[in-house]
């Protein structure tokens, strides 16, 4: 008697999760990723703070021993940052990282510690700019940690664009405020540097006329500003009344289907009725 083999059974393997790039997983990977951009958000968030106390209190930064150390591990952090994110980027994308965030890395260098260290002579007002140039660093990265929050891309772009148009003009009242109090008779609180900022930036104009070299700039570097953000306000409000359009056409067209449905329910029951009806007459 000649036993046919039975077929043995076949193991199902389990699908192991794919490693990322470097061994990571793309869950791993976006951890990193979410605790770097968190880290980044507070210390930008703090040297924010650090930069206005500092103003308002016409504190000398330079010689705020505290302020350079902390802007120091600042720009370091940042550095860090950027590396770490090259590192984790894929090696077929490295090229269009680089290209995206180049100055991102000019901007964490610790210039203000350098010319420091070095005693290197620099103008008054190209000394104060450089403060700013890791707060600049710190803004878009804040930017780009809110876009990420959006829901959608259109709403990304527009909230990345619009927080930095608020803190641009938020800054540049600050600088405005510093430079221009001492010798500007129209400037008198940080509010009336603030507000100047804001008829800057709508291309509206203010009464005030900025006296220093570091205010001319401002203004002309807000009006530019306004030329070219403003316009995304618009796109913005274009594709929501574009959306709206649409789900309201998506809803329309629902009800006239369920009217139709209705319609050709009456019409089938009003026809059952006429034939009882003629059988129960014949």
């Known amino acids: 008697m000649n036993s046919t083999p039975q077929p043995q059974p076949q193991s199902q393997a389990r699908p192991q999760p794919a490693p990322s790039h470097r061994g990571l997983t793309p869950h791993t990977r976006k951890l990193v990723l979410d605790i770097l951009h968190t880290v980044i958000l507070i210390l930008s968030v703090a040297l924010i703070a650090f930069i206005s106390y500092d103003t308002f209190k016409n504190i000398e930064f330079l010689d705020n021993r505290v302020y350079m150390t ?18 984790l980027t894929p090696k077929g994308e490295r090229r269009r990282y680089l290209r995206g965030r180049w100055f991102f890395l000019l901007m964490s260098i610790p210039f203000l510690n350098i010319i420091d260290a070095y005693q290197i002579e620099l103008a008054p007002d190209a000394l104060y700019f450089a403060r700013f140039l890791p707060l600049a660093r710190g803004a878009l990265a804040l930017a780009i940690v809110l876009s990420y929050i959006a829901s959608n891309r259109i709403t990304g772009i527009f909230v990345s664009y619009l927080s930095i148009m608020i803190l641009s003009v938020y800054f540049a009242g600050l600088i405005f405020y510093e430079r221009e109090a001492p010798v500007n008779p129209g400037v008198t609180s940080y509010w009336d540097a603030f507000g100047w900022c804001c008829l800057e930036a709508t291309t509206l104009g203010s009464s005030l006329n900025p ?21 995304l306000f618009t796109v913005y409000l274009s594709s929501l009344i574009l959306k709206g359009r649409s789900v309201l056409s998506i809803i329309n067209l629902s009800k006239q289907n369920v009217k139709t449905d209705d319609s050709t329910a009456t019409k089938d029951n009003s026809y059952g009725q006429k034939v009882a009806q003629t059988h129960k007459n014949s």
Do not use: R, Y
């Open 211 to 231: 006296m220093t070299l570091a205010g001319k700039l401002l203004a002309v570097g807000l009006s530019l500003m306004g030329v070219i953000m403003f316009p």
């Open 70 to 87: 902390f802007q120091f591990f600042v720009c370091v952090v940042f550095m860090a940052d950027f590396f770490i994110e090259l590192w």
